[in-house]
């Protein structure tokens, strides 16, 4: 695979150094039957170090998974070759299924039917809090 191009999908940039592996686990992408890279530690100006992810397939791209574990990733649309879209994360309001609650009276611990709900409770300082027992994330 060259992996300086993908003809049409995702490339996911400004990954933090580490989290690469991460969203490639919460998205599932080892369940694609696609071409997908992982390029872990590539030099960065901005950060020293990044990761990226390229999807040589358009799927439909849970985006505000990647945006709750790195907020200020980058995901470019790649049609025919080109870049044609810069999408700008921003926090989601909710995540679903993506962390779980570590609280072990929470109901989700019991009921392992439950979705994994966690509502964004305060935006500047990034925290989350559980649906059902309001334990924080951090
Ligand atoms: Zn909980």
Redesign the pocket.
Request: charged share 20%; aromatic share 8%; hydrophobic share 5%.
């Given at each position: 695979m060259n992996i300086d191009s993908i003809k049409n999908g995702f490339v996911i940039d400004h990954i933090d150094s580490g989290k690469g592996m991460i969203i490639y686990e919460k998205l599932e992408l080892n369940k694609l039957d696609c071409q997908v890279a992982i390029i872990t530690n590539a030099k960065s100006k901005k950060k020293g170090k990044k990761d990226i992810i390229k999807i040589d397939k358009k799927i439909d791209l849970n985006i505000d998974t990647i945006a709750f574990i790195n907020p200020d990733a980058t995901i470019n649309v790649v049609e025919d070759d080109k870049i044609v879209e810069k999408k700008k994360l921003t926090l989601p309001e909710t995540i679903v299924n993506v962390a779980t609650?570590?609280?072990p009276r929470?109901?989700?611990?019991i009921e392992r039917d439950l979705d994994?709900v966690f509502i964004l409770t305060d935006k500047e300082k990034n925290i989350y809090r559980?649906?059902?027992?309001?334990?924080s994330l951090k």
């Open positions: 609650c570590k609280n929470c109901i989700t611990s994994q559980c649906k059902y027992c309001e334990s």
